[in-house]
Nanobody, 124 residues
Framework: QVQLVESGGGLVQAGGSLRLSCAAS????????MAWYRQAPGEQRELVAF???????DYKDSVKGRFTISRDNAKNTMILEMNNLKSEDTGVYYC??????????????????WGQGTQVSVSS
């Protein structure tokens, strides 16, 4: 099974930018879709964005126009570019792989099997 490792988080002021990376342990060519989730303190984990193998993307409404998700199949990497960050973007960000059907994304593994995530903290 593919292993995913997140990186790129940090502390940034509101309005700033961060670039998250998700490195896969093997080729992602055959992975139908990949996604970023986040979990704020005391909140449930939520889907932020996903990208399919043919480049189709979908975003949570609150991040549209600010975040850009992409995947580099040659480097087995998925990226999340985050601009104009807000305090409500604070949380641990996780990358996953799975399937996308229409506007719905289905992770391949249950949450308990996901990686450690990367912390994003936005100060206001």
């Amino acid at each position: 099974q593919v292993q995913l490792v997140e990186s790129g988080g940090g502390l940034v002021q509101a309005g700033g930018s961060l670039r998250l990376s998700c490195a896969a342990s093997r080729s992602i060519l055959e992975i139908d879709a990949m996604a970023w989730y986040r979990q704020a303190p005391g909140e449930q984990r939520e889907l932020v964005a996903f990208v399919t193998s043919d480049g189709r993307t979908d975003y949570k409404d609150s991040v549209k126009g600010r975040f850009t998700i992409s995947r580099d199949n040659a480097k087995n990497t998925m990226i999340l570019e985050m601009n104009n960050l807000k305090s409500e973007d604070t949380g641990v960000y996780y990358c996953t792989h799975g399937r996308a059907i229409g506007n719905y994304y289905y992770p391949a593994r249950p949450m308990r099997e996901w990686g450690q995530g990367t912390q994003v903290s936005v100060s206001s």
